[in-house]
């Protein structure tokens, strides 16, 4: 009896020297699995955020293009000041949401005469003729069959332009400064597998130039 | 005999089973590595890409937005007995072919206008850059006053034989004083000479300016830090001893009664694309960035293709021409640019086996001091 107990004992012992089983590694393969999984997906995310910087530069860009193009208007005094306002107030900016369309015969974006951008080589770019460029494909060099057409189709722009009153403390405080107007460009882009990012430039834009 | 078969270990089945579950995660990670490492080289190339665009745009950017500032509207006439050359170094290089500015005809002054579109010029040596052969590149060439050099602090005596300049501080303590200093003036750089009397009658006060000579010289010498010397034969063929516009004609008007002497030093700044090659072997093109007449020095990697066009007032008909890629021609000149588009095309040096990222930035500038009208100077109401 004792002999046999102590030899259970023993045996009890040595089971449990013998280290982890099949099913205990296993089960801790699958945990790690599920937190390597994890850390990839942050992974993802970051790579996904990166993809998305080209659109955030070319946007930041859009954006001071369409403020630049107010300004010169005003500058060069090609357009009446009363024209800096949306169509609905009755100026020449298109409201709500545009596609990218490039400027027409005035050199203004967002406006009613704005036309079908076109490649360098002259043909129209798709997407209803939003921007496009023409970029060398996978052989490095552009004019070749395989080069790829970039399209800011995926892109909208915004020009909102309001009226600014006169700051509190001045003579005419709380009216509308007629000298005056407030521009807000933004440029939306959508991409597949991310939220829709939106970037926007407030100016003022004075009559006096 | 339980104690030794728990001493066993695994057997075969259990091995092979356990050795295939392992392999198979093992295969699932390493292709979840491989994964990571191909976006991590898309990565570094897109950020490679952009950051080489964003550093030409941005530079390009406010080089044409300075245009035309502290130089008159209408470009600077220059002398008649040569002609000017622009993108050139001292030791005779001229990165941009033709690089002359324009001129109405032979003998004629030619004008600095405060931009110089370089249509179809925009590659050094019209080299052909491989990633895009067939393209049109265009060079663009931005001229205006650099405030940041205060010559405002000094005076000028220029002798009567006009080659040369004796350099006083006005205020010792306002620093720099010293056109040595620092970012000061360098042998190849241009200085805008402006002499001017007051009183031009239109107000009652009488003492607004009137410009009687201007004059732009090359620094071919700094002897000492009081001296400037602008000889004749100068890489970029602004000194002359005859013809109109010369150093005499300042020295002359500057002699006359009440005449104030202003200088300020130009920046003459070239964009062009260069294809440099190293021992042999074509390397990527870049954009340079030249100034007055110095070397040229590298401002973004990899830029395979650079476009302007121009918005520009059409003088015959007094409406603005859009997206005019040279504007030179009837009704047109550099001197009417009221909106610079540019187009700037990159791709990646790295290549994940042959493919490299591409990508192009386009924006617009609009050249403010060109387009710009002092209303309040002006005793009509032309600006408004």
């Known amino acids: 009896m004792m002999q046999k107990k102590i030899s259970k004992a023993q045996a009890g012992k040595r089971d449990r020297e013998n280290g982890f089983s099949l099913i205990e590694v296993m089960i801790a393969i699958v945990v790690m699995s599920v937190g390597i999984l994890a850390v990839i997906a942050s992974f993802a995310t970051a790579v996904a955020a990166t993809q998305s910087a080209e659109e955030d530069l070319i946007a930041r860009q859009k954006v001071l293009e369409a403020m630049e193009s107010i300004y010169t208007a005003r500058n060069s005094q090609q357009i009446p000041f009363a024209a800096v306002a949306n169509v609905s107030n009755g100026g020449i900016f298109v409201d709500g949401a545009q596609p990218l369309l490039c400027a027409g015969a005035d050199g203004l974006v967002g406006t009613g005469d704005d036309v079908a951008c076109k490649t360098q080589a002259g043909a129209n770019c798709p997407d209803g003729g939003a921007e496009c460029m023409v970029l060398p494909g996978n052989d490095g060099i552009l004019g070749t069959a395989d080069d790829v057409t970039m399209s800011l189709g995926n892109f909208s722009r915004t020009i909102a332009i309001n009226t600014v009153l006169y700051p509190a403390g001045s003579p005419n405080a709380g009216q509308v400064n007629p000298n005056m107007m407030a521009i807000t460009i933004t440029i939306s882009y959508t991409k597949a597998g991310l939220p829709a990012r939106s970037f926007t430039a407030n100016g003022l834009i004075s009559s006096y130039h | ?384």
Not at chain 2, 133 to 141: A, F, K, L, M, R
């Open chain 2, 1 to 384: 005999m339980r104690m030794n078969k728990s001493q066993h270990g695994f057997s075969l089945l259990e091995l092979l089973v356990a050795s295939s579950i392992g392999l198979t995660v093992i295969l699932v990670m390493t292709s979840l590595f491989k994964t990571g490492m191909d976006a991590t080289m898309k990565v570094t190339q897109r950020a490679e890409t952009q950051q080489n665009l964003r550093a030409a745009v941005q530079l390009m950017t406010k080089d044409i937005s300075l245009a035309g500032g502290g130089i008159p509207s209408g470009g600077l006439q220059l002398s008649s007995a040569g002609v000017s050359k622009f993108g050139c170094n001292q030791a005779g290089t001229c990165y941009v072919t033709g690089g002359t500015y324009p001129n109405s005809a032979t003998g004629s002054p030619n004008y600095m206008y405060a931009i110089e579109p370089g249509f179809g010029t925009g590659v050094q040596n019209a080299a052909v850059i491989t990633a895009a052969p067939g393209q049109t590149n265009s060079s663009i060439t931005s001229v205006y006053c650099d405030y940041n050099f205060p010559l405002s602090n000094f005076t000028f005596a220029i002798p009567a034989a006009g080659t040369s300049a004796t350099v006083g501080v006005i205020n010792a303590a306002i620093t720099p004083n010293n056109i040595l200093a620092p970012g000061g003036l360098q042998v190849g750089d241009l200085i805008l000479f402006t002499v001017s009397t007051p009183g031009n009658g239109k107000s009652a006060s009488g003492t607004s300016l009137v410009q009687n000579a201007a004059v732009v010289a090359e620094v071919t010498g700094i002897p000492s830090n009081t001296a400037l010397t602008f000889a004749t034969g100068d890489a970029l063929n602004f000194n002359f001893a005859t013809g109109t516009n010369n150093l005499a004609a300042v020295a002359s008007a500057a002699a006359g009664a009440g005449a104030q002497t202003s200088a300020c030093r130009l920046q003459v700044v070239t964009y062009f694309l260069q294809v440099p090659v190293a021992g042999g072997t074509v390397q990527t093109p870049r954009l340079m960035r030249q100034v007055n007449g110095l070397n040229a020095v590298p401002v973004a990697d990899n830029i395979i293709n650079l476009q302007f066009t121009y918005d520009v007032i059409d003088s015959t008909t007094g409406t603005v021409v859009a997206n005019q890629q040279n504007p030179i021609g009837a009704g047109e000149s550099p001197s009417l640019i009221q909106k610079v588009n540019l187009w700037v095309m990159g791709t990646s040096l790295t290549t994940d086996g042959n493919r490299a990222q591409n990508m192009y930035l386009a924006t617009a500038v609009s050249t403010r001091d060109m387009s710009f009208c002092n209303s309040y100077s002006s005793s009509t109401t032309a600006c408004q």
